[in-house]
């Protein structure tokens, strides 16, 4: 596997705004007294959202996965880049390459092809064939993700439905799974287990981060 080095880390890795969140939850954006908590709790769910899309993080553990805008280094070895027709970049969505050095030797932008959807990246010639990368040191750096005013839809959308979950269970026992209130009827909630493929997030909201394209394989 290639290595990957954060060199810009994402300067807030929350993918939703605060003011966005408090319209979410009927606050008033005027209304500060939640802002703390909004803050720790947007962070918290914005990184369970990364991490359910196998958003590939910092392999030194130093800068965690995100889908806000950073750049990074990733490292192929000469045995990954043997030969290879086209390199694999990890999960980092979108993948925007920004310079490529094949044996410490900078390539121009007209002899490779990225797909920052992808992530997959290509080598061509003079001509514009495509051509199979050397057996050497392969370093690409590529610019991912969003600022939170680009965020994608379905990311936001992920990020409000986990805080309002923790919102509507903040003043409840937890370990209360379901409710029934005699001519109301049964209320049940959702208290954080497993989904069938083994992410945290609610059976839903992973569905409809699927359905975008924003889960990794």
């Known amino acids: 596997m290639p290595t990957v080095a954060v060199a810009v880390p994402a300067a807030d890795r929350r993918l939703c705004a605060i003011p966005a969140l408090k319209a979410e939850l009927g606050i008033a954006e005027s209304d500060n007294q939640f802002d703390g908590w909004l803050r720790a709790e947007a962070l918290s769910a914005s990184d369970r959202v990364a991490e ?12 965690p996965a995100t889908f806000a805008e950073e750049v990074a280094v990733v490292t192929f070895s000469p045995d990954e880049a043997r030969n290879v027709a086209v390199l694999e970049l990890p999960w980092r969505y979108p993948a925007r390459v920004t310079s490529v050095t094949v044996g410490g030797a900078a390539l121009g932008g007209a002899l490779y092809r990225g797909q920052p959807k992808s992530g997959l990246l290509s080598r061509t010639d003079s001509a514009g064939r495509s051509i199979c990368w050397e057996q050497q040191e392969t370093v690409v750096t590529i610019a991912s993700g969003w600022s939170v005013d680009k965020m994608p839809t379905a990311l936001q959308d992920a990020v409000k439905r986990l805080v309002r979950l923790r919102w509507e269970a903040k003043d409840r026992d937890l370990t209360v799974k379901a409710e029934q209130t005699e001519g109301a009827g049964r209320t049940e909630y959702w208290v954080g287990s497993m989904a069938a493929s083994g992410s945290a997030l609610p059976p839903d909201i992973l569905d409809a981060l699927y359905a975008a394209g924003l889960v990794g394989g």
């Open 52 to 63: 359910a899309c196998r958003v590939v993080g910092d392999d030194a553990g130093d800068a």
